[in-house]
């Protein structure tokens, strides 16, 4: 199961931001599925990484991005898990070029079935 949202998240970085991070991990806790993406900018986005103005850019692009395309993702995560999902949170480490997503479910899942 985490393999298959770790493939979904891979997907939808391709679709919605243009390109696929370099590194994506998937892990289920309880009723959290938590994912960290590693390498996850462009190289236009790297160059405005170099300004405080433009970390700021980068972050409000990308954080405008996920809520256009917020729907889409908790299907598919939704999909994958058999739970229903209640809140996404995601934060963008720009300097870092990381992204973490948490998925609050309303239940429990057990890695491997619904």
């Known amino acids: 199961m985490e393999n298959a949202v770790r493939n979904a998240i891979i997907k939808f970085e391709q679709e919605f931001m243009g390109r696929g991070p370099d590194e994506v991990r998937a892990c289920i806790v309880r009723d959290l599925v938590v994912v960290r993406l590693k390498g996850v ?16 850019m980068v972050k409000r692009l990308r954080q405008t991005l996920i809520v256009l395309g917020r729907d889409k993702l908790c299907e598919q995560v939704g ?5 229903k999902i209640l809140g996404v949170f ?16 309303d239940r429990e899942i057990q890695n491997g079935t619904r």
Do not use: C, H
């Open 79 to 83: 999909e994958i898990t058999g739970a």
């Open 41 to 56: 900018l462009t190289p236009a986005e790297r160059q405005l990484a170099k300004t405080a103005e433009g970390i700021e």
């Open 90 to 105: 995601t934060d963008i480490d720009v300097q870092l070029g990381e992204r973490i997503f948490v998925f609050t479910m």
